[in-house]
């Protein structure tokens, strides 16, 4: 665009042009246009003049739009004498234009503004509403005196609540109209303590405008608003700011009130917290004509991230109710406040809350609040929506000019034409315009289908000789807007507080990096572009340990992952940036991989995530196969484990069930290759410094043992489960957890619990070897130890002994669920009868005399089901269950083997710390406890905390993975 340099305005909406006409067609002075389709009603609207025109308004001549008639303006005077703008209010239907001129004539100055100003107080009124501002603080009256209703009742008041004196005080009016009018309250307390309250008031508008600034850094000060007083509201109207079994996320709701808290008001609406929160609410008697709603408006001014946390006030506010009546309180420290009033009739507010149909529309409160709060006209226009593209090229993200070709043809019918592009632009307009059941900025994971859909499809319908010109600027101009939207603090502000799960950050992150990676030739382009990748590659190494284990449970880091293998392969096409290609996102993918089950039986005989913390039941994913097209020329080997990993997962072409859609929109099926070569990759046990601790033999078979122990401070997204394991034996489950339907206690994992076992289990020793794997986790008072026996056959033994110990006497439960057609109890042992070919022998070792009982129990959730359809599961299993009064340690030996297979003799050896196991390959003495102990017997001799020795064959193999001497058979090792 050519920036022209006598026009008058420089930016439009949409975008604001000044161009240059013939004499006959005088160039007009302001000229907006929308390219988003959206109908803009009573929009107060700002431009900067020239010095010409700034002449032509200080004369006072007439503003004019295309019918003649004169508008109200005003002028805005700033900090120098050619900082000059007008100000007036438009109409801008849905992509309409509107012409204004400076023209001969007077100006229209009658609005229903009015000032009235007295000895004791500052009226701003319209025909609409209107407030009251006091002169004089007395006692502990605030400075807004009352609001005024539609119906003309004068309601509610102010106070201020501080032991500080007020030093100072003074009501000055800024602006007299007739646009609007505008007056500040200033207050001192003390020689340094300020705060001001900026109020505006629009002409024929039902709304109060409220901005607050405070620098109060010392004893407690709080600006108390009274919404009783007058009002005598009963009842609330709000939206959900939850869903729950009764109500989703964003219905209008109406309550009764009680006393107690009545809402919790905040900027920026937190995911899933409580049904009576969020920016908006309303007050009103049942029966009146009146309705006073409070909004909180430009969550980003809310919270300074430079100032430190303990002098900033909480942005979430409480509305009380009681003997004072109900009332909002905000405490005063230093930041800014930015908020509202509404007052409008009853009966319009009240339309979709009384909608007998489920109704998530904004209702016409919420509605001035997306006018004034989150994408005001006056702002949006100053958005860069026309530009030259013409050096783009497309497409460019997720998929390449060639593929196109490749690809498109046969996949007609799919939705890469311009018409479905716009469609798709249009529904993600509505959802910040609109939104009809999600806040602005509240679960974008909500928003992924129609935000990166939206994106993706435009850089197909954006290749050459798709669409018309005006499309092509449309869909340019939409996405733009969307742009801005996804990239403002008021959106997604990690540090200011306003984020929720990590994977959601995740999301945030790679919309902006598609907006910039899109549009690469915006003159934003490159800003959202680097915020999106930064974080991309931030999160990548920040948020997975050394060997690839996530932050958050297997499903929700599949849903980060997957962003962030969209935009970095967005990245990649767009501008050849090769972090995709990082061997951290090598070793991420890997751990996927390693920490998957082996062939479930349940689910046809493919593997799967393990269902531990937050993760669906039985949960596939794709993104194996992705990753095998994206390696296949890079490294044929790495691909080709990738490819036998996805083939392992039913070759899904999905990343995860459950939740709301992937980075890829509808080009996924493009990244799939189904004839690449596949080859299993050789994982064998692993420690995962900060995810867990993964034990294996056999793989890969159909016959693989393996334990997933959970541990480390990557724990986002989980139960209380640290320290829980799952179990496989001889490729068939034994102990397997519930899957994801909340936050589930102790009680549902295969642990202890005890008063000393919360918190997180941290790792302190990992030893893997061929003939025995050791793991040593502490979890506060709680230590549990790990001795994985195996054998390269895997029929052959491969067992486990388990110990768990405790700091303190306190009493404890243990706990093993398993998969089990029954569980047979008897003294010290239970044999797990499998509902498959292998059964578990459960002996415990110590403490003697243990009083073992057995619970079923059954959790419903989701999952995928035998037929390959994600739907509701019921996963029931018997736990087997140990109450220890005294704390007492435990030690047991789980060994799967064979249903046709003899069980194993078992001796416990050292009061339980130590165990011969016979079996028919031979024998093996393992000694296992939390403090060092001597064993003797013969040449037989063990100090230490876990050792092996394994007979195999009449020939000893020892084993000692912690400090400590062993020997046998005329061997000895020694470990410091």
């Known amino acids: 665009m050519r920036w022209l340099r006598h026009a008058c305005a420089s930016l439009v909406l949409l975008t604001l042009v000044c161009s240059g006409l013939s004499a006959a067609s005088p160039a007009p002075d302001f000229r907006l246009r929308d390219w988003l389709g959206h109908d803009w009603q009573r929009e107060p609207v700002t431009f900067s003049l020239t010095a010409a025109q700034a002449r032509q308004a200080k004369s006072g001549q007439a503003l004019r739009g295309a019918n003649g008639t004169a508008i109200p303006y005003q002028l805005i005077y700033g900090a120098t004498a050619h900082d000059l703008r007008i100000a007036f209010q438009t109409d801008l239907p849905a992509y309409a234009v509107r012409e204004f001129r400076l023209a001969p004539g007077t100006a229209n100055r009658t609005t229903d503004l009015r000032i009235v100003e007295t000895a004791d107080a500052v009226e701003l009124t319209n025909a609409q509403t209107g407030i009251r501002l006091a002169k004089t603080l007395a006692a502990d009256r605030g400075p807004i005196s009352a609001v005024r209703l539609p119906s003309g009742a004068w309601v509610g008041g102010s106070r201020v609540i501080t032991k500080t004196p007020v030093t100072a005080y003074a009501v000055k009016i800024l602006a007299r109209g007739p646009v609007y009018a505008e007056v500040v309250c200033q207050a001192a307390f003390g020689p340094t303590a300020t705060w001001s309250l900026r109020i505006r008031l629009y002409a024929g508008e039902p709304v109060v405008l409220i901005d607050e600034a405070s620098a109060i850094d010392g004893p407690a000060v709080t600006f108390s608003l009274d919404l009783q007083r007058q009002l005598n509201p009963d009842t609330l109207l709000y939206r959900s700011g939850m869903s729950t079994g009764e109500t989703y996320y964003g219905r209008n709701c109406t309550w009764t009130l009680a006393p107690g808290e009545v809402y919790r008001l905040e900027p920026w609406l937190r995911w899933q917290e409580s049904m009576r929160q969020g920016n908006y ?55 800014r406040r930015k908020w509202m009033y509404m007052t409008l009739p009853a009966e319009p507010c009240l339309v979709e809350a009384r909608d007998p149909k489920p109704n998530a529309a904004s209702p016409l409160p919420y509605r001035y609040l997306i006018k004034y709060g989150h994408f005001p006209l006056d702002m949006v226009k100053e958005y860069v929506l026309e530009w030259d593209a013409s050096a783009e090229t497309h497409p460019r993200m997720l998929i390449t000019k060639p593929m196109l070709e490749r690809y498109l043809a046969p996949m007609q019918g799919h939705p890469y034409s311009m018409e479905k592009a716009l469609q798709y632009a249009r529904e993600c307009i509505h959802v910040f315009l609109n939104q009809g059941g999600l806040p602005y900025g509240s679960a974008p994971h909500m928003q992924s289908r129609v935000v990166i859909e939206a994106l993706m499809f435009a850089d197909t319908a954006l290749r050459d000789g798709e669409g018309t010109p005006e499309e092509r600027q449309r869909l340019r101009a939409q996405l733009a807007f969307v742009g801005y939207a996804i990239s403002r603090p008021e959106y997604w502000s990690p540090e200011r507080g306003y984020a929720g799960t990590a994977n959601m950050t995740t999301m945030v992150a790679a919309y902006r990096l598609a907006a910039g990676s899109l549009l690469s030739s915006h003159p934003r382009a490159a800003d959202w572009r680097k915020a999106g990748m930064t974080e991309l590659v931030r999160q990548m190494h920040e948020w997975s340990d050394d060997n690839g284990g996530w932050l958050e449970a297997p499903h929700y880091a599949m849903v980060s992952y997957d962003f962030i293998l969209g935009g970095l392969l967005m990245a990649y096409n767009s501008s050849g940036d090769e972090t995709l290609f990082s061997p951290k996102m090598r070793r991420i993918i890997e751990w996927f991989a390693k920490i998957s089950t082996p062939p479930d039986a349940r689910t046809g005989g493919f593997r799967h995530l393990p269902p531990i913390g937050n993760t669906w039941l039985f949960e596939p994913t794709g993104e194996f196969g992705i990753f095998a097209t994206l390696w296949k020329e890079r490294d044929p080997q790495f691909a080709a484990e990738m490819q036998w990993m996805w083939q392992q997962h039913r070759s899904a072409t999905y990343a995860g069930i459950g939740g709301s859609g992937h980075s890829t929109g509808g080009y996924r099926s493009v990244l799939y290759d189904a004839t690449l070569p596949a080859k299993a990759p050789a994982y064998g046990s692993e420690l995962f410094p900060k995810t867990g601790v993964i034990l294996r033999s056999g793989f890969p078979t159909d016959r693989e043992t393996q334990l997933y122990l959970i541990a480390g401070t990557n724990h986002d997204h989980y139960d209380y489960d640290s320290g829980s394991i799952t179990l496989w034996g001889k490729g068939r489950i034994v102990a397997d957890d519930f899957g994801y339907f909340g936050q589930a206690p102790m009680h549902d994992h295969s642990m202890v619990e005890s008063p000393i076992t919360g918190g997180i289990m941290q790792i302190e020793r990992f030893a893997p070897a061929p003939q025995a794997d050791y793991v040593r986790g502490v979890a506060g008072g709680w230590t549990r130890q790990i001795l994985f026996i195996k054998d390269a056959d895997p029929l052959a033994p491969n067992y486990f002994i388990m110990a768990d110990s405790l700091k303190e006497p306190v009493a404890a439960t243990w706990r093993l669920w398993c998969t089990a057609q029954a569980v047979r ?62 704390g007492a340690a435990v030690s047991a030996v789980l060994y799967p083997r064979l249903k046709t297979e003899a069980a194993p003799r078992i001796t416990a050896l050292a009061g339980g710390k130590g165990v011969k196991v016979e079996h028919l390959r031979g024998t093996d003495y393992v000694f296992l ?31 000692l993975p912690a400090p400590g001497q062993l020997a046998a058979d005329g061997q000895r090792m020694t470990k410091e």
């Open 281 to 335: 609410f309303g007050l009103y008697h049942d029966g009146s004509d009146d309705l006073l709603a409070v909004a909180a408006r430009e969550a980003g001014a809310w919270v300074d991230p430079s100032v430190p946390a303990e002098k900033r006030a909480w942005h979430r506010q409480s509305v009380q109710c009681d003997a004072q009546g109900v009332h909002l309180d905000f405490p005063l420290k230093v930041g």
């Open 825 to 886: 109890l008897s003294p010290q042992q239970a044999l797990i009868v499998g509902t498959e070919d292998v059964d578990t022998d459960l002996f415990f070792l110590q403490p003697p005399g243990m009083a073992l009982t057995t619970e079923d129990y059954s959790v419903k959730t989701f999952g995928l089901g035998a037929d390959g359809y994600p739907g509701m599961q019921t996963l029931t299993q018997t736990g087997v269950i140990a109450t220890l009064p005294d």
């Open 929 to 959: 406890a939390a403090a060092p102990f001597t064993y003797a017997d013969g040449d037989t001799t063990f100090t230490g905390t876990a050792g092996v020795i394994q007979i195999r064959d009449g020939q000893a193999t020892l084993i």
